[in-house]
């Protein structure tokens, strides 16, 4: 078991990637705070865990909000004492054109997949050099933050802005024991995408730009995130890791 006698907190963690890598760390043996919005399906992921055999604590929390993220390491601190593992994977995205963006959105997406990784990954990298273990924490980017789609100009410029505090937070603190990797995942199969994978001919044209011409499954990403997570690697910071399918690397 590839991460025994580690503490991991996944934001996000209630449905699909989050709660994918949630029962991955678990089936590795780390013990594993879920959090995220949504007592029903926070509850679900945590009782599928312990249905595994698997260590979960659920802890309700919106990333945008500081005294919420402070919350949340209080909660995981004062359960299991120590943190290893940071993924931060929540996140949203409502694709509208740039030229009807409302500032509301603007701030909407910003506030939660920027700032809210921010905040949690500060908190976590302190804990983490406070008590001299050092750690893994790993940022939930996108192929968005490579290349830009149309409709999700707010979401692009996140995603992009996470791979720059990835980078930056890589420079910072690698020599400190901290190591910090983003992933970017193309398009995978949760609710989030369900719109899309559901429209017959959008998801069709869709594919056209996925040389393996299929979508990708949240266990997919857990795999990589749990390659992140644990000592396979390493020697692995600042690392911005594409799980797509192909996609980026192709032209047309
Ligand atoms: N599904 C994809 O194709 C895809 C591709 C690339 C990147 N991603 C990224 O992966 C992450 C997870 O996406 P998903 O597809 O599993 O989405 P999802 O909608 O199934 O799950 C999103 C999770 O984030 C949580 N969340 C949303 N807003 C929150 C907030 N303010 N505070 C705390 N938690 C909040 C939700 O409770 C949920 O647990 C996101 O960061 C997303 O941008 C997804």
């Avoid at 359960?79 to 701030?107: K, Q, R, Y």
């Avoid at 910003?110 to 500060?122: D, R, S």
């Avoid at 050092?134 to 940022?139: F, K, Q, V, Y």
């Avoid at 559901?198 to 997919?220: F, W």
Wanted: net charge negative; hydrophobic share 45%.
């Amino acid at each position: 078991m590839r991460l025994n006698g580690k503490v991991a907190l996944i934001t996000g963690g209630t449905l699909g990637i989050g709660r994918a890598i949630a029962l991955r760390f678990a089936q590795e043996g780390a013990k594993v705070a879920v959090s995220g919005r949504g007592r029903a399906a926070l509850d679900e992921t945590v009782a599928l865990i312990r249905e595994q055999g698997g260590i979960a604590l659920a802890i309700e929390a919106d990333v945008q909000y500081k005294k919420d993220v402070d919350a949340m390491f209080e909660t995981v601190l004062a359960e299991w004492g120590e943190l290893h593992i940071l993924v931060n994977n929540a996140g949203i995205c409502t694709p509208v054109s740039f030229l009807d963006m409302s500032e509301e959105e603007w701030d909407r997406h910003m506030a939660i997949n920027a700032k809210g990784t921010f905040l949690a990954a500060q908190r976590a990298a302190k804990e983490m050099l406070k008590q001299g273990t050092g750690g893994s924490i790993i940022n939930m980017s996108s192929v968005n933050g490579i290349n830009a789609e149309a409709d999700q100009a707010h979401y692009n410029a996140t995603k992009g802005a996470v791979n720059l505090l990835t980078m930056s937070m890589s420079v910072e603190l690698s020599h400190l024991g901290v190591r910090t990797n983003a992933l970017c995942p193309g398009l995978i199969e949760t609710r989030l995408t369900k719109p899309l994978i559901d429209n017959g001919p959008a998801i069709a044209e869709y594919l056209k730009t996925v040389p393996m011409k299929r979508v990708g499954q949240p266990e997919e990403i857990a795999d990589a995130a749990l390659f992140l997570a644990s000592d396979d690697s390493r020697y692995v910071s600042g690392h911005c890791l594409v799980v797509d399918g192909g996609q980026v690397t192709k032209l047309s």
